[in-house]
């Protein structure tokens, strides 16, 4: 059997984090649609006291977004610390002058930009598309407990 909930990379936080923001929302959801008594897995709990599982939720979604803004960067920096290191060491002050240099540049400005538009891209995707999730079903569970707290 697999371990589902593991945190030792950031894949696997973000995996938790988009799958317990989910499951938040749909707990707010079934409890806010209940008439009576909320029941779910042979447990049947009273609407009143059935905020208590979506604050925890959300308490746990607050401490996934640490934990994977935390890994992100810590696996960030494992990857371009030998990226730095190796390019101080190739620092080189030659005076050799090519003539295709402009040319050159040119080519690798053009492959640059490709380049920056896909790492946003997928920036969006990795980083901040999973953390926005996150305080969306917090404050979807903060506004729908408020509410039911109102009603009850």
Do not use: H
């Amino acid at each position: 059997m697999t371990d589902n909930f593991d945190f030792s990379t950031a894949k696997q936080v973000r995996k938790t984090l988009l799958i317990t923001s989910f499951t938040g929302i749909f707990f707010t959801f079934l409890i806010k649609n209940s008439t009576g008594n909320f029941e779910f897995l042979f447990f049947k709990i009273p609407v009143e006291d059935a905020t208590l599982i979506t604050n925890f939720i959300a308490i746990v979604i607050m401490y996934l977004i640490v934990v994977f803004y935390y890994r992100k960067e810590s696996e960030y920096f494992k990857e371009n610390y030998s990226k730095w290191v190796e390019d101080l060491n190739s620092l080189s002050f030659s005076t050799s002058v090519n003539p295709n240099m402009d040319e050159i540049k040119r080519i690798l400005d053009d492959k640059v930009k490709k380049n920056k538009s896909v790492s946003r891209v997928l920036k969006f995707i990795d980083t901040i598309f999973p953390i926005l999730f996150g305080l969306l079903s917090i404050l979807i569970i903060i506004i729908y407990n408020f509410i039911l707290s109102k009603v009850c």
